[in-house]
Nanobody
Framework: HVQLVESGGESVQEGGSLRLSCTVR????????MAWFRRRPGKEREGVAA????????YYAAFAQGRFTISQGPAKNTVILEMTGLKVEDTAEYSC????????????????WGKGTQVTVS
């Protein structure tokens, strides 16, 4: 059973920074693509960023470009999302997901998901 666990979400002031972490508790052998998604209040889920770990290729949603950075953590089964310059509109539940490929990652068709971590910016 594959389990993804997010951590790092909290309440911060606008302009602040947060570091979210996603750990795959039981390694999914083909989890080459790790991604972060978010669901803002009253909105549909949207992609934030993804990383294709074999090549360290990263992908970002337009709103995340330049403010957010996705990277592999020090452990093989960990992915980090560094968020800076946070805005009130970044308030959302952030979830990580794993898949074999990052093709069409933004569509969110990932087989494995974490339960999410809440980020509140005020």
């Amino acid at each position: 059973h594959v389990q993804l666990v997010e951590s790092g979400g909290e309440s911060v002031q606008e302009g602040g920074s947060l570091r979210l972490s996603c750990t795959v508790r039981q390694y999914y052998m083909n989890s080459n693509c790790m991604a972060w998604f978010r669901r803002r209040p009253g909105k549909e889920r949207e992609g934030v960023a993804a990383v294709y770990t074999p090549a360290s290729m990263t992908y970002y949603a337009a709103f995340a470009q330049g403010r957010f950075t996705i990277s592999q953590g020090p452990a093989k089964n960990t992915v980090i999302l560094e968020m800076t310059g946070l805005k009130v509109e970044d308030t959302a539940e952030y979830s990580c997901a794993a898949h074999t490929s990052c093709a069409s990652w933004y569509e969110g068709s990932f087989p494995y998901w974490g339960k999410g971590t809440q980020v509140t910016v005020s």
